[in-house]
C-alpha cells in the first residue's frame, strides 16, 4: 500500500510534465472535446431542472465553453461538482489512479469522489495546488457501495485483471437479477447516492455460500475518460461532526 501511495504522490509531482504532453494532443482534439462537454452540460442542466435545484454552469446553449475553467460548477441538492481534466491515467495496475488538472486552490480536497458524466470514477487521495490524483474503482482497495433497483445493497469491488468489469458478491439467491440491471450507488457510498456505477453482464451463483455473483460492466469507460467532476459533499464536516460526538 505504501508503494501505492508513493507511485500516487510522484504523479503530482510530474503531473507538469504530463499537462504540456497533454496540451499537444488536446490543441488537435479541441473541436470534439467541446461539443463533448457542451452535451454533458446539457445533460447535467436536464437533470438539475428534473429535481428544481440551483444550476451555476453557464448558459449550455453558448456556443463554447470553456472546458478547463475551474468556475464551472453546478450545485445539486447537497453536493457541488467542479469540473476538471483527465491528464494521465491507469488501467492495468492492482490500484489503478488517474490525475486531474484541479487541486487545492480549486476547492479540491481529500476524499472528495469523482465522476464522469456517465458514472463513478472514484475518490481523491493527494492533492497539490493545482492538481490532485484520484484512486477509481479499478482498486482491489476501493469497494464502493452500490445498490440494485429493488433496493438489494452490497458491495462492487474490482477483480484486478479486467478493467472492463467489476464485481458484486453475495447477493442472496432469492433476488432477481436480469441481465442489463443497473447497479448505482446508495447513500451509504462517499459518491452520491444513485450515481450509476454499471450495468450487469454476466450472473453466477456460488454454490458454497448459495448466493449470487454479478458481473458489471463499468459505466465509465476508464480508457477513455477525458473530462471528470469532483464532487463536494456540503454536509460532510456537520455529519462527521455529528458522528464524533455520539461515539464520545
Given at each position: 500500500m505504501q508503494g501505492?501511495?508513493?507511485?500516487?504522490?510522484?504523479?503530482?509531482?510530474?503531473?507538469?510534465?504530463?499537462?504540456?504532453?497533454?496540451?499537444?494532443?488536446?490543441?488537435?482534439?479541441?473541436?470534439?472535446?467541446?461539443?463533448?462537454?457542451?452535451?454533458?452540460?446539457?445533460?447535467?442542466r436536464e437533470q438539475l431542472a428534473a429535481y428544481s435545484e440551483v444550476d451555476t454552469l453557464y448558459d449550455s446553449t453558448a456556443a463554447y465553453i470553456k472546458p478547463i475553467d475551474s468556475t464551472h460548477f453546478v450545485k445539486y441538492a447537497d453536493y457541488t461538482y467542479r469540473s476538471?481534466?483527465?491528464?494521465?491515467?491507469?488501467?492495468?495496475?492492482?490500484?489503478?489512479?488517474?490525475?486531474?488538472?484541479?487541486?487545492?486552490?480549486?476547492?479540491?480536497?481529500?476524499n472528495m469522489a469523482v465522476v464522469s458524466s456517465t458514472g463513478v470514477v472514484g475518490r481523491v487521495v493527494h492533492t497539490s495546488a493545482h492538481f490532485a490524483s484520484a484512486i477509481s474503482v479499478l482498486s482491489k482497495k476501493q469497494a464502493v457501495s452500490a445498490g440494485l433497483k429493488d433496493g438489494t445493497v452490497g458491495h462492487v469491488t474490482w477483480a484486478g485483471y479486467n478493467p472492463s468489469e467489476l464485481v458484486m458478491n453475495d447477493v442472496p439467491q432469492q433476488i432477481r437479477v436480469n441481465i442489463g440491471d443497473s447497479v448505482f450507488t446508495t447513500e451509504y457510498s462517499f459518491f452520491p447516492p444513485n450515481v450509476l456505477v454499471g450495468t450487469v453482464t454476466k450472473k453466477e451463483m456460488n454454490e458454497s455460500k448459495n448466493l449470487q455473483v454479478l458481473y458489471i460492466k463499468p459505466a465509465t469507460d476508464f480508457r477513455r475518460v477525458q473530462y471528470v467532476y469532483v464532487v463536494e459533499n456540503l454536509m460532510t464536516e456537520e455529519k462527521n461532526n455529528l458522528e464524533n460526538n455520539m461515539n464520545q
Open positions: 501505492n501511495d508513493i507511485m500516487s504522490s510522484a504523479n503530482l509531482l510530474i503531473a507538469g510534465i504530463y499537462q504540456q504532453q497533454d496540451d499537444v494532443a488536446y490543441y488537435f482534439a479541441l473541436r470534439n472535446m467541446n461539443d463533448s462537454l457542451l452535451n454533458e452540460n446539457i445533460r447535467l476538471a481534466k483527465v491528464i494521465n491515467k491507469s488501467v492495468n495496475a492492482v490500484n489503478n489512479y488517474i490525475t486531474i488538472n484541479r487541486g487545492e486552490k480549486d476547492g479540491v480536497r481529500k
